[in-house]
């Protein structure tokens, strides 16, 4: 498809990243619904256009575990990627709105998944680099798909905000400097999973010193889940706003905080999931949660 911005009607807002933000669309000439990604990126135009080049590759994937991609263009400042719209929206969305995932629903994710990364890595030599639940989609007809994987290195780079590439799904060899591997990704399916199947994030007993929950326990509930990845990070946005308006002086006060949660990962034991979910359920959340990378799965044999 040729795609221009003219013949984009947006629809809804579908949410917002570190690195931009997604709006469903509706491309007028063909009638079909699209999910347009807008990333405001940082480049110059040679970079644009090798960004450009490097997105292409998102045309050539064809897998049922793989959103696929319409095509992208540039929009100055803009890049815009537009993409299959799953109506079911990302697992994330899903698991806030309605509580733990049924552990049956859990697997399926993970076969998803990891489907999606053997098709990724043995057709197109790609690891994905950022699973998590908000890159994980469902749509009405049962489908689960990945999206947002790594296949622009100069994407990545140019994205116009220092969090990008710092993840909370990190696996511990990474935050330690290592590259990326296939396993890294295996980890981050560990993470995705245990906090699907118990509706919280598995690491902010960090954040548990706080004096400062009630409110936004008001806000989310006293369940478990406002000790997700979302109340996470709105527990410190709040906790830093208050300081602000104190006057305190916060360069540098999120990232240390996160560096708080990166040490957790490294030096505690990974998370598991208890005893009230089956051993083959325990068993394949540890076997994606092995810290050392040499004893983690690979998607392959996780598959078998
Ligand atoms: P981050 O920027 O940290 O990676 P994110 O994945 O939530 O976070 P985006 O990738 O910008 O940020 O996506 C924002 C939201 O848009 C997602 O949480 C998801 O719910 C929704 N979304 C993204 N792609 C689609 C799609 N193809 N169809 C439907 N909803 C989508
Ligand atoms: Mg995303």
Known sequence: ?????????KLADLGQGNGGSVVKVEHIPTGTIMAKKIVLIDAKSSVRKQ?????????????????????????????????????KGS???????????????????????????????????????????????????????????????????????????????????????????????VWSLGITLVELATGSFPFCDVEDDDDNLSDLDDQYGTTPTHRDSFAFNKKKEKRLSKRRSEGADLQGEMSLSIIELMHQIVREPAPRIGPQFCEEAQEFVDACLAKDPDERHSPKTLLV
């Open 1 to 9: 498809l040729d795609l221009k911005n003219e013949d984009l009607k």
């Open 51 to 87: 960004i450009l080049r490097e997105l292409q590759i998102m045309h050539e994937c064809h897998s049922e575990y793989i959103i696929s991609c319409f095509g992208s263009f540039l929009a100055e400042p803009n890049i815009c990627i537009c993409m299959e719209f799953m109506d």
């Open 91 to 185: 697992f994330d969305g899903i698991y806030r709105k309605i509580g733990a995932i049924d552990i049956n629903v859990v697997c399926l994710v993970a076969h998803s998944v990891l489907e999606g990364l053997t098709y990724l890595y043995d057709v197109h030599r790609i690891i994905h680099r950022d699973i998590k639940p908000s890159n994980i989609l469902l749509n009405s007809e049962g489908s689960i798909k990945l999206c947002d994987f790594g296949v622009s290195g100069e994407l990545i780079n140019s994205i116009a905000n220092t969090f990008v590439g710092t993840s909370i799904y990190m696996s511990p060899e990474r935050i330690q400097g290592a590259e990326y591997s296939v396993k890294s990704d």
